[in-house]
């Protein structure tokens, strides 16, 4: 091989070498990408796992399964006891009466402004998120008769965790997508080794090729020594 074809191959091979490097940075970084992808996929999961819903139960043991038990409902709150309710009323932070629509005879005493009508209030979530953040409260009855707030947590009839269904869901989720996102960095580590042996075959014809050019100086300045 001449000295200028030596040089011109050279130059490909470096070329070659520098487009190969390249492609495993951009590979690498893709795997950064999706490890912390994976660590937000970790993240979701968790705050799913952590999710704890209202649930009402019945004969006051407060520990059974939750899929079991029903969510705790305005309606749950609010019915009698002989139609499997709690009895108890619903005030909000102004201390009006909470009902989806106003009696339509208001008791002795009471006026319209004793009342705030929410017609969302039999909706689980909504009636749990109002009750969380302190919006509403659940009154009962004291000794005297008196509408005291009772306390969610110090209540027997009223338990708090995950929602089993919602846990299997978030689960098989969460290993759906860790699995695919597994499949595609092991693509990456077959994609990342084939570029690093073909990194080392150009820089192996890269010795070679120097060695030749080296070879070709050295006999040029023999000649013209």
């Known amino acids: ?43 979701l999961w968790s705050d799913g796992m952590n999710v704890q819903h209202l649930y009402y139960s019945s004969d006051g043991s407060g520990g059974s399964v939750t899929s079991d038990l029903p969510r705790l409902t ?18 909000d932070s102004y201390g009006r009466e909470v009902v989806p629509e106003l009696p339509e005879v208001l008791p002795e005493g009471k006026t319209v402004a ?15 998120n109002n009750l969380k953040t302190g919006n509403w409260a659940i009154q009962s009855y004291d000794d005297q008769g008196n509408l005291v707030d009772m306390s969610i947590e110090g209540s027997s009839f009223i ?9 299997a869901v978030a689960n098989a989720e969460y290993n759906r997508k860790v699995e695919s996102l597994e499949r595609i960095d092991k693509r990456f580590d077959m994609q990342i080794q084939q570029l690093s042996t073909e990194q080392k075959a150009i820089e192996t014809e890269m010795d070679s090729v120097k060695k030749v050019i080296d070879k070709n100086i050295e006999e040029t300045f023999k000649t013209f020594g």
Request: proline residues 1%; hydrophobic residues 35%; contains cysteine.
């Open 1 to 43: 091989m001449g000295m200028s074809a030596s040089q011109a191959r050279y130059l490909c091979l470096t070329a070659r070498k520098n487009n190969v490097e390249f492609q495993i940075q951009q590979l690498t970084q893709q795997k950064l990408m999706l490890a912390n992808q994976l660590d937000d996929e970790a993240t």
């Open 159 to 167: 338990y708090q965790g995950v929602d089993s269904a919602d846990y």
């Open 114 to 128: 004793d009342y705030v009508v929410e017609p969302y209030c039999n909706q689980a979530d909504y009636f749990e």
């Open 74 to 91: 305005y309606s749950i709150v609010t019915k009698s006891m002989g139609d499997g309710g709690m009895g108890l009323k619903v005030r």
